[in-house]
């Protein structure tokens, strides 16, 4: 080969490539990605979240075409083809127009402005509405509150709640309305508030949203029910695994033969925890609603019979299932704790005298408590914020009673529940009017990212508190 | 396991110590047991598909012909031979005493007519009332029928009969009132041919088969007009019989070398449908069930075949012994009961045949259906189109659930690989134990907050901003490439400039001001390249449709939800390998990449590869993420912009709402089970290839 300019070049170009490290920037650029992503992620839930509370500013709108429109702005986009922005309008009350959305075209307005005699309503069985206050009628008679200021039109509309009086309010375009104390829920006025009153009224809105339960098929009111039946479920669930799965994970490590067999069942138990969640589901229906619970109906409930007790769908057979799908986490996350386990303790305290069972309760199992702990919340974690199994084992769109009352047996196991997380799946996937409930959503997800990430966050500690603590040791 | 070594003296603690192994035996082996009875569960649910059709004999009664009147669940009943009897429970006066009848088997309601010299028909509720009542009697002098067919749903009956000279006559009878409109087709096929006429009361109309050639009538009730007529293609042989197919959404035609060729009647111009079927023997009467695609062929001899038809499915295969006249065979609208009226005898014969669509073939080979124009694979359990029949054909939920796993694994592979090399061999331990934990909390979002934030937020702006999304790409690997380049540049200036270049900043400010120039610029960028709309240009230039809610918005969602996964894996194989195999690289002169690619990543190699076995096993079975982020539609299209359905996905779905036992039900858990087998057997081979890390470590 003859020696050419060509190589030498090449040469210098590779080894500049080699010094510049492309591939190193590279990964660089992926990592800078995934943290992107995560803050990303997390902004746009808190922000979208946060903002469901926030009070909106409402918006009075002076159309060429039609009347005055006064709402919350959603969305501005190009019209498409043409020249100009359209705003999309959440108008509220569904019962006085034909859609609670508009869209309103820039080029057709006259005018814009946020009134600071706007009020919203939020109202228990309609949706919210947007108007000003005209009069308000404690049971006697009308007091006109149009020449008020705003703080004590509200102020004067909130005291009527809970009475037998009733509220005279007038839309933007001009249309009265009439509206019993007894509908009323909150009054605001998001466009005279102060920076204070705003905070305020988000912390009251989110207190709200915590303790209440949904109104209006779901895209209303809070999630109490769904915070209370996830609590439940998960609870129930931690009771189920914690025995099970320790058991298993102390028969595999301490008391099962060593050989093939023991091996091919751990592998089948590393297998199961990537099994995916909807089979368990399945399962779940098959056997234990369909098969366990049609059997025990058919024993204990055959008065009730064709109506399922035991035989439909409820809290137990989704707590029952949840346990199935987490056990191989607490497995696999135990074992680990007892490998951990140094050797020397437990020879120490059989040397002492001690029993097997003596050994394993006194000294074993409490050194390795926090690996089971670990694996316990890693458990909650994963069961927190699974939905594909629930869809067929329990959870249910809107559960008229909580599974814990003051009546006798207190804890219904055989009840539907709501759950967080069908709670957004229902509400993104199902509901009509998501563009209206989509702050609903972003904060119910907001709330269960905040869960799931805390327990992630609490077994990443523990587990790293568990490393330092016995060093690392490989499964044997 | 260390067995205990002293002598415990203690009676009590003895004790105690047994019972404690023997509860964890039992319970630890209880709980392992549980974990089989979950795939046995699956398994046993499942089963009764296996099982084959089975026919049986269940009654013979000496009877003549005349005697007959069969319930839908095959029960029979007999009528007496004295033409004058009162009507009552169980003895019906028949007004005739001899010739043809036709007998429709619904359930509880018995259609039965019965022609020559007059005809008649009986509708009865059955049993234990005196609802029989006679419809209508109409007087057909000198009319001999040669064969007669009845069809009826709802409150309409359709008869259609031939009297000897060949003449085609139809009757379309409204139950609730007393109208009755008829219908003389004079027109006679050819010598030797025969024509057939096939009534069907769903659209009040007769199709008329003689040799290639159809007509269609429609009968109302102020008279019947005549439709559309014409050939139908591929019939080489004489016709020997026909018949309408499942739901009358085909017509079947055999021919005398007992080819059985089928035409889509949804269709005005009844094309054909794929090549004729052999069957085992030429066909003199052919039946169909209502509800299922199962048809029926028996010869003169009395053989029977049952079938899917539009598949190669044979369902089964057997005899009926003293079969004398394939016009005395009825079958029952469901398929259970056959019943056949030989001389001197009635034989009543039930077939078992619980799930016939359910076959290996059905299941994964394409089927031509009616309204179609090509064989394909569709899943429509509730069914859909004219006919409505279910299809089950699980091969497009697999399809779905590979194209979401493999869209999600392109999308997550390259970042988490990225990822794991750059925390595990570059990034500085301080470092690492921060950014490790960062990223691994991309795993807390729940996939149902995954799933609504593609489907419901990241849905519509990927239809506004699909340039930008289609471009991020170039910008993702780009930026890096263009730091590389501008710090080599510098360097050259400089030799001391930026010795470790803040490179996560770096790229990080690149990043976002690329997507905030793509966003700023989108528009123009849109209107520059693809002249306004990404979808229109697509559709325009390409032919691609665009589904919102598609395999790309999927790929992200689902490589975002496995992207942890397998970062975690990935990164702690890469860290585990013994520092100072790279060191020695590094020392020998090796830069830094070429030690990690030729050193580190070849030790580790089998990790990553167990690592995209478990993150990919892990998109199969993702429910959340598909259910919402796609439109659930059961497609084969490979399309990046097209939309799908997964095995998960249908389940979830689909699952509360089959019937408990029902086919759906089971073919449900079918689908489980096959994401149970896919998933372990990728978990199985992702277990072994670490275990054999391990052992590649021992070494060390």
Known sequence: MKPTDVPEISGALRAGVRRAEPMVWLSAGAVTLALMLLVGLLFLLASRGFSHFWPQPLILLDNVESKAQLGILLDREPVPYAQDYRLLLHLGGEDFFDSPLVWVEEATLRARSTPQAALAIERRDQGPLFAFAEGVDYGEARLELSDWNVADQVAAIRKVRGTAGRVYLRLASGRPVTLPASDLIEVSSPNAMSGMARIRHAFSALGRFVREAPRRGNVQGGVFPAIVGTVLLVLLMTAIVAPLGVLAAVYLQEYAQRGPLTRMVRIGVNNLAGVPSIVYGVFGLGFFVYGLGGSLDQLFFSDSLPAPTLGAPGLLWAALTMALLTLPVVIVSTEEGLARVPRNLREGSLALGATRAEALFRVVLPAASQAVLTGLILAVARATGEVAPLILVGVAKYAPGLPVSSEFPFLHLDQQFMHLGFYIYDLGFQSPSIETAEGLVFATALLLVLIVLLLNLAAVMLRSRLRNAFGTQELR | ????????????????????????????????????????????????????????????????????????????????????????????????????????????????????????????????????????????????????????????????????????????????????????????????????????????????????????????????????????????????????????????????????????????????????????????????????????????????????????????????????????LYLSENGRFLVQAGEGQLLRWKLTNVYPETGWRSLWQRQWFAAYDAPAHIWHPDGDGVAGLSKYSLSPLLFGTFKAAIYGMLLALPIALGCAVYVGYFLAPRLRNRFKPAIEMLEAFPTVVLGFLAGLWLAPLLLKYLTLVLLLPLLLIGAPLLLAALHLALQYLSPRFMRRPPRLALVAVVYLAGIAGLSHYGDALTLWLFGGSVQDWMWEAIGLPYDQRNALLVGMAMGLAIMPTMFTLVEDAIHAVPRALSDGSLALGATRWQSLARVVLPAAAPAVLSAVLIGFARGLGETMIVLLATGNTPLMEPGIFSGLQSLSAAVAAELPEAAVGGVHYRLLFLAALVLFALTFVFNTIAELFRQRLRYTYEAY
Do not use: C
């Open chain 2, 1 to 328: 396991m260390i067995d205990a070594v002293t002598q415990v003296t203690s009676r009590r603690r003895r004790v105690r110590d047994r019972a404690v192994t023997l509860a964890i035996n039992v319970g630890g082996g209880g709980v392992i047991a549980l974990i089989v009875l979950m795939l046995a569960y699956l398994l046993y649910v499942v089963s009764p598909f296996a099982a084959n059709a089975e026919l049986g004999k269940v009654l013979t009664i000496p009877s003549g012909p005349d005697r007959l009147l069969a319930r839908g669940d095959g029960r029979l009943w007999i009528l007496p031979r004295a033409p004058d009897h009162a009507v009552n429970q169980e003895q019906w006066h028949l007004p005739v005493s001899s010739g043809r009848r036709a007998v429709q088997l619904r359930g509880e309601q018995v259609h039965l007519f019965a022609l020559f010299p007059r005809l008649a028909g009986l509708d009865a509720e059955l049993p234990g009332t005196t609802a029989a009542q006679w419809l209508s009697v109409v007087d057909t002098p000198g009319i001999e029928p040669q064969t007669l067919a009845m069809d009826s749903a709802d409150d309409r009956v359709i008869l259609t009969y031939a009297d000897r000279s060949g003449v085609l006559h139809a009757l379309s009878i409204r139950l609730t009132s007393t109208a009755v409109s008829s219908l003389v087709h004079h027109e006679r096929p050819g010598p030797g041919a025969t024509a057939f006429a096939l009534p069907n009361s769903r659209s009040n109309s007769v199709l008329i088969v003689h040799g290639d050639r159809y007509l269609r009538w429609r009968l109302g009730d102020s008279g019947s007009t005549r439709l559309l007529g014409g050939q139908l293609s591929g019939l080489d042989e004489p016709v020997v019989t026909v018949a309408w197919g499942p739901a009358h959404d085909t017509l079947l035609v055999a021919d005398s070398l007992g080819l059985l060729h089928r035409f889509d009647a949804v269709r005005g111009n009844l094309p054909r449908m794929g090549p004729a079927r052999q069957l085992d023997f030429v066909p003199r009467w052919i039946g169909s069930e209502r509800g299922r695609r199962v048809a029926f062929a028996a010869s003169a001899a009395g053989d029977l075949s049952v079938f899917v038809p539009g598949s190669d499915e044979r369902l089964y295969r057997g005899s009926l012994d003293g079969l004398k006249d394939v016009a005395e």
